[in-house]
């Protein structure tokens, strides 16, 4: 069983960007969709009505999301261990710690309205694959700034634009 963990700051896209990954992926491997959050969340239901694969949501309440993730992964492993791919959301709220874990895919949605990509921590150090969000709304310049600052902050990941509305990258 493969494991991919995809963080980010609320709102850079990672929901969007999640259907799109799950609608190249699941003609060829049974997926399940973990979307782990603070309170209340619908985009658990939201990736199974736009997909129909299997979908579970987890809430934190008091802790964070993060941190709640890594103590409910293995529970998850065993239970659903039929599936080929588990692909986990976290509300990506502790930029202090890192989402992602040894032998799984770890990727952060960072959104280039967010700010400077060197003040986001083990959130976008640790990521094996950057994907820069929402670039279609700033300047060709300032895209390329951005990336240039992404891979001061994180010099081994991956690196790739994409658009969460039109599936593109």
């Known amino acids: 069983m493969k494991l ?5 700051t609320p709102g850079s896209g990672k ?52 941190h709640y993730t890594a ?8 239970q659903y261990n039929d599936k080929d791919i588990i692909i986990i959301e976290t509300a990506g709220l502790c930029l202090r ?3 992602y874990l040894e032998n799984s895919l770890g990727i952060n949605i960072l959104d280039v ?14 990521a094996d694959i950057v994907a820069i969000s929402k670039g279609n709304l700033i300047s060709q310049a300032e895209r390329e700034i951005f990336r240039t600052r992404v891979i ?4 081994t990941a991956k690196l790739a634009e994409v658009n969460g509305l039109s599936g593109e990258g």
């Open 4 to 8: 991919i963990i995809i963080a980010g």
């Open 15 to 66: 929901t969007s960007i999640i259907k799109h990954v799950i609608e190249e992926l699941k003609t060829e491997f049974k997926l399940l969709f973990a979307k782990f959050d603070c309170l209340k969340t619908q985009d658990d239901e939201l990736i199974s009505q736009k997909t129909g694969i299997a979908t579970i949501k987890k809430l934190a309440e008091e802790l964070c999301p993060d």
């Open 71 to 78: 103590l409910v992964i293995p529970q998850l492993l065993k």
């Open 97 to 99: 710690c890192s989402p």
């Open 113 to 126: 309205t967010s700010g400077n990509p060197n003040r986001y921590g083990p959130i976008l150090n640790h």
């Open 152 to 155: 001061q902050a994180n010099k």
